[in-house]
T-cell receptor, first 112, second 110 residues
Framework: DAGVIQSPRHEVTEMGQEVTLRCKPI?????LFWYRQTMMRGLELLIY????????DSGMPEDRFSAKMPNASFSTLKIQPSEPRDSAVYFC??????????FGPGTRLTVL | QKEVEQNSGPLSVPEGAIASLNCTYS??????FFWYRQYSGKSPELIMS????GDKEDGRFTAQLNKASQYVSLLIRDSQPSDSATYLC??????????FGTGTSLTVIP
């Protein structure tokens, strides 16, 4: 298996622009997680899905953030409009039931 | 109180020594515990999991769990410079949420 795939790997955008991050989980994994990592706050869980259904989005910072999982092999995290404080590394991870998570390579987002 | 707490370090040990990393968690119902290693600029990588009280050994790594004290630790024997990284403690809570500590930075000095 190729592991969790994320795209793009790097994104540089200007404040106010829409940003879409993409994730393909490992086939057969029931859970998908979106995280944000910064030096100041460490690894923060934004939202997670079980069988394509959002279970807990309490970590989503505000309405500018939204996430979807239209099918078992694809998820998106969208920021609209983006702000400089959104600059971080965004990780997607997937997990089979009752097991640990496997992380993708991350997307480094810079908002100017 | 944070769900998972770790000493941020940095922790420095000489090559060949034992590195000891510690973690405490707040949810007594948690059943699954993990240690991840994260090299600078890379994604977290699972190195150990532990589910029951006691020790679990895998090569140079030993995870220790004490549920009564809500304490998890990771020992790295014969530390190598390649072990230099940030180590993240993670706990899977009863609701299937994962909580991560902020990580401990380890430097192994040749």
């Amino acid at each position: 298996d190729a592991g969790v795939i994320q795209s793009p790997r790097h994104e540089v955008t200007e404040m106010g622009q829409e940003v879409t991050l993409r994730c393909k989980p490992i086939s057969g994994h029931d859970y998908l997680f979106w995280y944000r990592q910064t030096m100041m706050r460490g690894l923060e869980l934004l939202i997670y899905f079980n069988n394509n259904v959002p279970i807990d989005d309490s970590g989503m910072p505000e309405d500018r953030f939204s996430a979807k999982m239209p099918n078992a092999s694809f998820s998106t995290l969208k920021i609209q409009p983006s702000e400089p404080r959104d600059s971080a590394v965004y990780f997607c991870a997937s997990s089979p039931l009752r097991h640990t998570q496997y992380f993708g390579p991350g997307t480094r987002l810079t908002v100017l | 109180q944070k769900e998972v707490e770790q000493n941020s370090g940095p922790l420095s040990v000489p090559e060949g020594a034992i590195a000891s990393l510690n973690c405490t968690y707040s949810d007594r119902g948690s059943q699954s515990f993990f240690w991840y290693r994260q090299y600078s600029g890379k994604s977290p990588e699972l190195i150990m999991s532990i589910y029951s009280n006691g020790d679990k050994e895998d090569g140079r790594f030993t995870a220790q769990l004490n549920k009564a004290s809500q304490y998890v630790s990771l020992l790295i024997r014969d530390s190598q410079p390649s072990d230099s990284a940030t180590y993240l403690c993670a706990v899977r809570a009863p609701g299937n949420q994962f909580y991560f500590g902020t990580g401990t930075s380890l430097t192994v000095i040749p």
